[in-house]
């Protein structure tokens, strides 16, 4: 009998059916070297955690259904946040304000203006209550200008936009800042438009009035002399 199991040349005898495949395909006992999924009870030498219940087959952790404060667009880049308006809104109500009080404060002065004491060289007489009241209203409406101005473009930093452009039309050319600001944000640009086109006319009617004053003024000098 002993001899019937080890066999003629002293080796095993070959085994059953049952016996290979008791010892083969063993799921629950081999280990995972290649972070794919471990249907047994050893660990994962894959490396990596799997907190989504789901096989892991790269070796990177899933995390399941995970929400992120920012939205992901085409190639998985960052997409910008949404930005409030309400700076935006009280810049454009101050830079008209701020033109029609340069128009006043033009249009007074020159106003109070004595040709004679101007001949003799004495500009005091465009000094007068209302001029000194608006020129009050003019440094405070510059100020909330840089102030509201730099608050906006803050903000527009922080949702991922660029600024670059809109810093340079704050500072050197504000007629064409709400319509790249529309551009940057990619807002409608009807009302842009429409807004920068009727500061743009009180700007050139504010040149004009001021031309207009000191032509008058020259002319009426011209015919003293």
């Known amino acids: 009998m002993e001899e019937n199991q080890k066999g003629l040349n002293g080796q095993e005898a070959p085994r059953t059916y049952g016996e290979e495949s008791a010892n083969q395909s063993n799921y629950g006992n081999q280990p995972n070297y290649g972070g794919q999924p471990n249907y047994g009870n050893q660990p994962n030498y894959g490396g990596q955690p799997n907190y989504g219940g789901q096989p892991n087959y790269g070796g990177q952790p899933n995390y399941g259904e995970q929400r992120y404060p920012y939205a992901y667009g085409a190639g998985g880049q960052m997409m910008p ?50 001029v000194s009241v608006l020129s009050v209203f003019n440094y405070v409406f510059w100020i909330l200008y840089i102030v509201f101005l730099i608050l906006d473009i803050v903000q527009i930093n922080k949702a991922q936009y660029k600024i670059t452009g809109l810093v340079l039309f704050g500072i ?54």
């Open 81 to 130: 946040a949404n930005v409030n308006n309400i700076f935006c809104y009280i810049l454009l109500a101050v830079m008209p304000l701020h033109k029609i009080v340069i128009i006043l404060s033009n249009y007074f002065s020159f106003k109070s203006l004595d040709l004679n004491s101007v001949m003799a060289g004495d500009v005091s007489s465009a000094v007068n209550p209302a």
């Open 172 to 225: 050197f050319l504000k007629q064409g800042y709400y319509v790249w600001r529309a551009h940057v944000l990619r807002e409608k640009m009807t009302f842009p438009i429409v807004y920068t086109v009727c500061f743009v006319l009180l700007t050139v009617a504010n040149y004009a009035y001021s031309m207009y004053l000191s032509f008058g003024m020259v002319s009426d000098i011209m015919n003293m002399m």
